[in-house]
């Protein structure tokens, strides 16, 4: 081969040759015959692919060659005179700031001054049932949906025979629901019924509304103890799921079964088929006059959005964020979805509401301006005012109602465990994730097209990495919160398209619902932080041994993977639950259900009824753990599964295998 042929085969990887800007006749004959020697070879077709791709990833690093990143213009002569107006009115009688500021602070002072009100009354003002036989007021006691009433907890927090949860029967209260019990009343850790498995819906055991009879004064069918008062209250459809409302709680004592039923809301019950120490049911409230049961927050969160929304368009610049934000940020802690239950019977509750609050703005401040600084400034100062209001603001509210919007997803945390237990989360991740991989798509084109993809493109690989180095870290997981994806994802937004409006608002709208609710949580947690309070944590229970031959006798070993007795000191006996209440407290490894009901009068009085009522057998389900003999409710292991003995038969069915 001459020097010719070599000087132009060995540039065959460094320029794309271009039939039409490069003829043949412009060449030599030796130069023509090596051009189409070259064209004919079979690494044509590769190269011209290969330089096509490198400039197409050169073009995506370095960006366009006029970059653009301009605020939303608007054809409509409405929309652009709407865009105008702020400035027009600024410039005209509205010029001086002085006015301006004086017209906002009157402006604001009724906004909150009305908003303050309704806040005292369904907050502060303590309320009250006001008899007309003229009888004393009746304090009406505040819960929330998910409150248990009479009842400690679960397991043998109330103690041997439920004696820390009495009295079981004969007495009344008049209770104050909030609004969102729909949802608010469901359990998200696991709650053993029996030999039932209670998570991801109302915990609400038997109940439902009752038969319509103008002579009676029940409203529902009895519920078991230990069932969530607001939400049994709206599962027999006596408060309202938008606005709460009060109920008459009657402790009805033991009763032999609670079949479930179907709410009034269409909502179907638990089914608990054996005896329980406890039932409540709902009456009719006595005649006379109840104060402060409407629960007013929607209507206050209707009057921020409707009031803020003429501050959020005059208002240009740093002012109007900070006061939509602060007004959100009070919003979800005060009203919509507050971290602390309060009494208004002790203002010590509303107090520690207020500090609470408090304590997280201040840091919550700080994060808001880093975001203006990095993202939301380009669009919300010197932007388009009509933009915001149409795509800003909007989607703001919707992360700020994250509780009423983005909640009720079937989604609850994105751990292998939850999604298979909570029905649909798999199709709504993945739905979620093609959303936000779509809007990432979106707003990577929009920072390409002002000329930052280089720039943002090395952030976000440095977030990712330090993610997974995170995810590595040994006894912890990786919990990325709604406010922390808000935060990460915010400075990609950094651009003023229409598509940076949408999604900056909906994402500041998160980060305040997040915290104002659950403050700073970790991006890395614990195991025992995600039970949140849910078994699985603690000593391992005993296993069971059933003796056909003895079927009144129940006894028990310890695993014999166990190597040690006991792990603690305390831990020194056991504790044995019938039908989800603590019957026995001891060392013994056998007991005789005979002795034990002969010893134990509530035991026997409510098996004796049940046996009456369910023609000669019933059902007993037992769970067994170690525990303290002196502390049982507070110094204790696991609970196994129930198993489950039918009575007086003696047919023993174990229980399956894990903890509850």
């Not at 197409?56 to 990143?69: A, F, M, T, V």
């Not at 700020?400 to 609850?412: E, Q, S, Y």
Request: aromatic residues 12%.
């Amino acid at each position: 081969m001459n020097n010719s042929e070599q000087n132009l085969r060995g540039k065959n990887h460094s320029f794309l040759l271009d039939q039409e800007s490069f003829q043949l006749d412009d060449l030599s004959q030796e130069g023509r015959t090596v051009l189409q020697d070259f064209r004919s070879d079979e690494d044509w077709p590769q190269l011209k692919r290969g330089n096509r791709i490198t400039n197409l990833i050169r073009k995506i690093w370095e960006g366009p060659e006029e970059p653009s990143d301009e605020k939303p213009h608007f054809t409509s002569p409405l929309l652009q005179y709407l865009d105008d107006l702020p400035a027009k009115i600024q410039e005209g009688r509205f010029s001086r700031k002085s006015i301006r500021l004086t017209v906002l602070l009157v402006y604001c002072s009724l906004w909150f001054g009305l908003v303050l009100s309704l806040l005292y009354t369904s907050v502060v003002k303590a309320p009250f049932f006001y008899p007309n036989d003229g009888s004393d007021r009746i304090p009406i006691v505040s819960l929330m949906c998910n409150s248990y009433w009479n009842w400690e907890g679960k397991n043998n927090a109330c103690g041997r025979d439920a004696s820390a949860c009495q009295p079981f029967s004969d007495e009344e209260y008049i209770i104050r629901c909030p609004a969102l019990c729909d949802r608010g009343g469901w359990t998200y850790s696991a709650v053993a019924v029996g030999d039932q498995r209670i998570k991801y819906r109302g915990y609400e055991i038997g109940g439902g509304p009752a038969s319509f009879d103008i002579d009676s004064e029940y409203l529902s069918y009895p519920y078991r103890g230990d069932s969530f008062a607001c939400s049994s209250a709206f599962h027999a459809g006596i408060i309202s799921p938008i606005f709460g409302g009060c109920a008459r709680l009657s402790m009805e004592g033991s009763k032999s079964s609670f079949p479930g039923s179907l709410g009034r809301y269409a909502h179907q019950s638990v089914t608990f088929d054996s005896f329980f120490p406890s039932s409540f049911s709902f009456k009719k409230l006595r005649d006379g006059v109840s104060s402060g049961c409407v629960d007013l927050r929607m209507i206050i969160i209707m009057l921020n959005i409707l009031f803020g929304l003429p501050v959020f368009y005059f208002c240009n610049g740093l002012l109007g964020y900070w006061i939509i934000t602060i007004v959100g940020y009070g919003t979800i802690s005060l009203a919509l979805d507050p971290p602390r239950l309060t009494d208004p019977h002790d203002p010590t509750t509303i107090y520690e509401l207020i500090s609470v609050s408090v304590q997280r703005l201040l840091p919550l401040c700080f994060v808001l301006y880093v975001e203006w600084k990095c993202a939301v400034k380009r669009c919300l100062e010197d932007g388009s005012p009509v933009a915001k209001v149409l795509l800003w603001y909007p989607t703001f509210w919707l992360g700020v109602m994250n509780k009423i919007t983005f909640d009720r997803l079937p989604v609850d945390r994105l751990t292998t465990s939850d999604l298979q237990e909570l029905a649909g989360a798999l199709t709504a991740v993945c739905s979620i994730a093609v959303v936000i991989l779509t809007s990432a798509i979106i707003q990577a084109y929009s920072l390409w097209k002002s000329g930052r993809f280089r720039k943002y493109f090395k952030i976000y690989i440095s977030i990712i990495f330090g993610i997974i180095l995170l995810a590595c870290i040994p006894g912890l997981n990786l919990r990325i919160h709604h406010y922390i994806l808000g935060m990460i994802l915010i400075p990609g937004c950094a651009t003023r398209g229409r598509s940076a409006y949408l999604f900056q608002g909906i994402l500041i709208g998160l980060i305040l619902s997040g915290v104002a609710r659950w403050d700073f949580a970790s991006i890395v947690e614990t195991d025992f932080a995600l039970l949140r309070g849910e078994a699985g944590s603690s000593l391992d229970p005993p296993q069971f041994i059933f003796d056909a031959q003895n079927p009144h006798h129940i006894s028990w070993t310890l695993n014999p993977n166990i190597t040690s007795p006991m792990d603690t000191e305390n831990i020194n006996g056991y504790s044995l639950l019938i039908n989800d209440f603590e019957v026995y407290v001891g060392q013994d490894t056998t007991i005789d259900l005979d002795v034990l009901l002969q010893q134990d009068k509530l035991l026997s009085s409510m098996l004796q009824e049940s046996l009456i009522q369910s023609n000669g057998s019933i059902k007993l389900y037992l769970r067994l753990a170690r525990a303290s003999t002196e502390h049982p409710a507070t110094e204790r292991g696991d609970y196994t599964n129930a198993g489950i003995l039918e009575w007086p038969a003696g047919i023993w069915r174990y229980p399956s295998p894990g903890v509850s």
